[in-house]
């Protein structure tokens, strides 16, 4: 901040050494003069002589730093500068009387223009003056420079990451005034680069200003708009590169000689390698379905191909096996061998009876053995926008940007609109009553909404109006049952702790919410809205309850977490295709139940800690270990009985009493 503040000194001051050095006038004449301006002056109202003329004001943008650009929040975080100028006419004098040109003074005392930026993620409060002072000019130009530490929401396209780009837009409007009241004038086509610190991660190729036209005439907006590509040498050193090596390493299985053992070790330390980066990339990418990153299909297509793999690396052990001459069939070896030598006698025929006991019978056993996972109207307005987590199945909260439009009637502010020529005035809200509400399923800040950053229309008729926004983190109750296909109802619900229903009601302007403010978000769709009355407390007290529907985008979790945990349960039988001459059976279960092991470890990552009810997806991957670990079970038991059949494994008194039987006979 303090690099922010020096910038901010430069800013306003640069272009007005030059005219202060050669201003003449005395400290008596500057006393004189402030008490000239102010004697009648009011800081409550627009600076416009005749009510139907706007107020233009003149907004210049000089960006600092970029400090981070969060793909998985959807968030950018800068230091800005805003430079706003407009004309006070109330502040007008003839230089030539005082011999002063301009002066400085604290931005309390003179009227300011509320300016916000409504793509914040964080913070909707207008641009506070309160650290800052103005520069007041002899023709009535005033001027004033706040910084800005900014949280503002983007939509990131990640499909070309990491090679991708994109562009960050902030979003300036006045919530009050009309843009026939104040209207915002271009001060330069493009964001000012003169004092911005570059970043490591991101490169700025282009700025521009523009006029947003999105709610027509009605607002004056304007997008400030950052365009942004990205530096990727880390990300294809630490990701793309090693995936790629990955995909060319795993064919190599086999130039490995059967004979090695290795073949199945090998295939399956590849998936589990593609599985761990696939958790390495999804830390690092937004949970958005809508476009998916071109690396998420380059891994999915990866661990299908390494699947592949290990099913072709089954099926050429398999086949080497059969070539074994000692796993050909005894009764086939019979056939033969009679083919060959029919007319063998008694002689022969012991030759064959010998062979087949010591040669034929114990590698016919081997082959056995081979071949066996107060009346208030109350409407919710303007931005809804999900940021940050949006909706956080963990912690069970949803967080967003809204809006809230409040109309009351105040008899004591009512005038005859033909005897003054006005029909309605903007000034600061803490001049008026304002009704106390609460958001009672706030989940970290149960003040009530704060009328502070925000001005008041008043119209002729009493009618008030005003429109404060409001950073929200609701606590919402999911039902994950149906994850990663399901879809979830949150409710704001809005409250006067104080007033009873008999003192004040609430009045619901529309049975829905205004989306025209509404930026799409890349995990959830929104089904439906509603505001409804809530009769939980009778008629005791007035409530409203908020209610929006969202529908998961699936794609992302189905392609990172479903499809994989079902290509391990797939290959989980394969190894009783396995010959267990390759010694590999134990280590192919073992690392298919680790496997799952580690895909169930990172679901648990975005599941929430409930018992009731919970994801069908987690009873799914407790059936899959359950199923991988009878099959390392069984696959034990199977090597186990193909070894008694081994008869260096009988005991000693068995092959004693044995021997002593047949010595007998």
Request: charged share 15%; net charge negative.
């Amino acid at each position: 901040m303090v690099g922010c503040r020096l910038l901010l000194i430069l800013v306003m001051y640069s272009d007005v050494i030059i005219s202060s050095a050669h201003a003449q006038g005395t400290m008596d004449d500057l006393v004189r003069l402030r008490n000239t301006l102010f004697q009648n002056y009011t800081k409550d109202f627009r600076p416009v002589y005749d009510m139907s003329d706007p107020i233009h004001v003149t907004l210049d943008m000089y960006l600092v730093s970029i400090l981070d650009l969060d793909e998985v929040t959807g968030t950018i975080t800068l230091n800005c500068v805003v430079s706003i100028s407009w004309t006070d006419y109330r502040l007008f004098w003839n230089s030539s009387d005082v011999g002063i040109t301009s002066f400085v003074m604290n931005a309390s005392n003179v009227w300011k223009p509320r300016i916000y930026i409504t793509t914040s993620s964080e913070d909707l409060s207008d641009f506070s003056y309160d650290a800052f002072d103005v520069r007041m000019y002899s023709n009535g130009s005033v001027t004033s420079s706040p910084c800005r530490h900014v949280k503002a929401s983007c939509s990131f396209d990640m499909t070309n990451f990491p090679k991708d780009s994109q562009t960050g837009v902030m979003q300036i409007a006045s919530w009050t005034y009309t843009a026939y009241e104040m209207v915002f004038i271009i001060g330069t086509p493009h964001i000012s680069m003169v004092h911005y610190k570059p970043n490591g991660e991101w490169d700025i190729d282009w700025t521009s200003v523009t006029n947003n036209t999105d709610l027509g005439h009605y607002y004056s907006i304007i997008d400030f708009s950052i365009h942004l590509a990205r530096r990727s040498a880390y990300f294809i050193i630490s990701m793309t590169i090693p995936v790629l090596l990955l995909c060319f390493l795993n064919p190599f299985v086999f130039l490995l000689p059967a004979s090695s053992g290795e073949r199945i070790s090998y295939t399956i330390t590849m998936f589990l390698s593609l599985a761990v980066y696939m958790t390495v990339v999804g830390e690092n990418m937004p949970k958005v379905s809508d476009p998916m990153a071109g690396i998420s299909y380059l891994l999915l297509g990866a661990m299908l191909g390494s699947c592949m793999l290990i099913l072709l690396t089954i099926f050429t052990l398999r086949c080497d096996a059969m070539f074994d001459i000692r796993e050909i069939s005894l009764w086939f070896l019979q056939i033969v061998y009679r083919v060959e030598y029919p007319k063998s006698g008694k002689e022969n025929k012991m030759s064959t009876n010998d062979t087949s006991d010591s040669d034929v019978m114990r590698p016919d056993e081997e082959t056995y053995n081979d071949t066996d996972e107060l009346r208030r109207c109350l409407q919710k307005e303007h931005v809804m926008r999900f940021i940050d987590k949006d909706l956080d199945e963990v912690t069970g909260t949803i967080t967003l940007n809204c809006g809230i439009a409040l109309f009351w009637t105040d008899y004591r502010l009512a005038w005859d609109a033909s005897e003054f020529g006005i029909t309605s005035i903007v000034f600061n809200s803490s001049n008026v009553w304002k009704p106390r509400i609460y958001i009672t399923t706030s989940s970290d800040d149960l003040s009530d909404i704060s009328y502070d950053a925000v001005d008041v229309r008043v119209n002729s008729n009493g009618t008030v109006f005003a429109s404060p926004g409001r950073h929200v983190k609701a606590s919402c109750s999911f039902d994950m049952t149906r994850f990663p296909t399901d879809s979830q109802t949150c409710v704001m619900q809005i409250a006067s702790w104080m007033f009873a229903a008999s003192e004040m009601v609430f009045i619901i302007a529309r049975p829905q919410m205004n989306m025209v403010y509404y930026k799409p978000n890349g995990e959830w769709d929104i089904d439906w809205t509603s505001v409804t009355n809530n009769t939980v407390f009778g008629s005791y007290f007035s409530i409203l309850d908020f209610s929006i529907h969202l529908t998961r985008r699936s794609t992302y979790f189905t392609i990172s977490m479903t499809l994989p945990v079902l290509l391990l349960c797939f290959l989980n039988p394969f190894v009783f295709l396995l010959p267990a001459s390759s010694g590999e059976r134990i280590s192919y279960t073992i690392t298919m139940f680790l496997s799952l092991a580690v895909f169930m470890t990172l679901i648990g990552e975005n599941m929430p800690k409930a018992s009731d009810p919970m994801a069908g997806i987690s009873y799914f991957l407790l059936v899959a270990q359950i199923y991988s670990c009878q099959l390392v079970v069984l696959t034990i038991f199977t090597m186990r009985c193909e070894a008694v059949t081994d008869i260096r494994i009988f005991p000693g008194w068995l092959l004693r009493l044995d021997s002593r039987n047949s010595f007998h006979k």
